[in-house]
């Protein structure tokens, strides 16, 4: 079945550091890849998606690369802030018939921001 | 233009229970999904109304169940309630499907379910 495995389960960096995501897709047929950022007991937000038809997306300091050949596709943060410490999710999106989709989603990275 | 609205917050059951949760979608969006969170498993999909039908499931058993009403707004109902059940469970909504590429879903608060 469709899986999307994340890593790295945690991540601690300095502040003013770039802190860089990464997943990986298996079914081929995934067309968009949002990140969610999920702060402590609040929904998750979308902070950026990439479609297939791009390589790489970038929304100040928050970027996202994709690799369809590879199935990888990653977030970047540059110049990191203490307000960036939260679990972000990566996601794919599978496609069925009749239009039915659903998000496969990481299990989550628990990004720490130290000061 | 309000966000995805879910109902209640919170909700503790006993085993055996059954419970209803509610999502109110975003004005003009068509399509809800389901999605179960926990510690252990993270964000698993449930299934997924558009149009009052249901398109997509996940592997869930058949005690977990929704519908979908004209309004778009939907419902899922959890029966015989078990203790690992306990979770938050969170609703999505996007616009109409469009071909060719995918649909942000915004998501709601989440209804936090404990089992006791």
């Known amino acids: 079945g469709e899986n999307v495995e994340q890593h790295p389960s945690t991540l601690s960096v300095q502040e003013g550091d770039s802190a860089v995501i990464k997943c990986t897709y298996s079914?081929?047929?995934?067309?968009?890849f949002p990140w969610y950022k999920q702060e402590l007991g609040k929904r998750p937000q979308l902070i950026i998606d990439?479609?297939?038809?791009?390589g790489e997306k970038k929304d100040q300091r928050i970027a996202v690369t994709l690799n369809k050949t590879a199935k990888h596709f990653s977030l970047h943060i540059t110049e990191t802030q203490p307000e960036d410490s939260a679990v972000y999710f990566c996601?794919?999106?599978?496609?069925?018939?009749?239009?039915?989709?659903?998000?496969?989603f990481g299990q989550g990275t628990r990004l720490t921001i130290n000061p | 233009k309000a966000g995805v609205t879910q109902t209640p917050r919170y909700l503790i059951k006993t085993r055996g229970q059954q419970v209803t949760l509610s999502c109110s979608p975003i004005?003009?969006?068509?399509?809800v999904s389901w999605y179960q969170q926990t510690p252990g498993q993270g964000l698993q999909f449930l299934f997924e109304?558009?149009?009052?039908?249901?398109?997509n499931k996940g592997n869930f058993p058949g005690r977990f169940s929704g519908r979908q009403f004209s309004n778009s707004r939907s419902e899922m109902n959890v029966s015989t309630l078990e203790l690992g059940d306990s979770a938050l469970y969170l609703c999505?909504?996007?616009?109409?499907?469009?071909?060719?590429?995918?649909?942000?879903?915004?998501f709601g608060a989440g209804t936090r379910l404990s089992v006791l």
């Open positions: 999505a909504s996007s616009p109409k499907v469009r071909t060719g590429g995918g649909n942000i879903q915004y």
């Open positions: 079914d081929s047929a995934s067309n968009y």
């Open positions: 990439i479609r297939s038809n791009v």
């Open positions: 996601a794919a999106r599978c496609l069925f018939i009749q239009g039915a989709q659903k998000l496969v």
């Open positions: 004005s003009g969006h068509r399509s």
């Open positions: 109304y558009f149009s009052e039908t249901q398109r």
